[in-house]
């Protein structure tokens, strides 16, 4: 059972480009939950996604950023038009429900340049 | 809004001491505690703690919840090098949208010398 799979590991771009960040979670899990960790801080929450539904996204800047979970396929956090602020780490949980323990992905560290 | 606060930022000690570390939350509907150890990747998963008074252990690793006094201590014996790594603290709150969203502390340093 594979854990959860993030990918790419490190992404690079240039500001003004798209960010596509992917996250398959372990098998059984259907809550998804995307976190971002700004260098020197801790994870900050950025939004909670069931297959098809956008569960909480209270924590998702209200411009550029969006996130989906198809009904088949990886979960998605899309950033557009990048700026150097948005360098950080991303990090994808899952869970089987909403109330247990959440495992996490090894991140995908965006640089933008 | 929903606070975790972890201390000390940052701790340096060498092998076979024990440590403990504390996470103090503010919280509104609090649901549990978990701890997660977090080397160059992603944080892995130690403890989860929902009620109060009960300690968990994992090998050298334990920790403990108090719900009064609203915080949580990590304790670790006999440190080895391999215990170096950011141990963080989160607390997960219940009811609405919230399920299974945490909220971190900024996470304690921890550094194992030889």
């Known amino acids: 059972n594979a854990g959860v799979m993030q990918n790419p590991r490190h992404l690079v771009r240039r500001r003004g480009q798209e960010a596509r960040l992917r996250c398959s979670p372990m098998?059984?899990?259907?809550?998804v939950y995307w976190y971002r960790q700004l260098p020197e801080e801790g994870l900050k929450f950025m939004v909670y996604l069931q297959k098809e539904n956008i569960i909480d996204e209270s924590g998702m800047p209200k411009e550029r950023f969006s996130a989906e979970f198809p009904k088949e396929g990886p979960s998605i956090l899309r950033i557009q038009q990048v700026v150097r602020g948005d360098s950080a780490a991303y990090f994808c949980?899952?869970?089987?429900?909403?109330?247990?323990?959440?495992?996490f992905g090894q991140g995908t560290r965006l640089t933008v340049v | 809004e929903d606070k975790v606060v972890q201390s000390p930022l940052s701790l340096v000690v060498h092998e076979g001491d024990t440590v403990t570390l504390n996470c103090s939350y503010e919280?509104?509907?609090?649901?549990?505690l978990l701890w997660y150890k977090q080397e160059k990747k992603a944080p892995t998963f130690l403890f989860m703690l929902?009620?109060?008074?009960i300690e968990k252990k994992s090998g050298r690793l334990s920790s403990i919840l108090d719900k009064k006094e609203l915080f949580s201590i990590l304790n670790i014996t006999a440190t080895q090098t391999g215990d170096s790594a950011v141990y963080l603290c989160a607390v997960e709150v219940q009811g609405g949208t919230s399920y299974g969203k945490l909220t971190f502390g900024q996470g304690t340093i921890l550094t194992v010398h030889p």
């Open positions: 919280v509104t509907n609090f649901r549990s």
């Open positions: 098998k059984g899990h259907s809550h």
């Open positions: 929902t009620s109060s008074g």
């Open positions: 949980a899952s869970s089987q429900r909403g109330y247990t323990e959440a495992f």
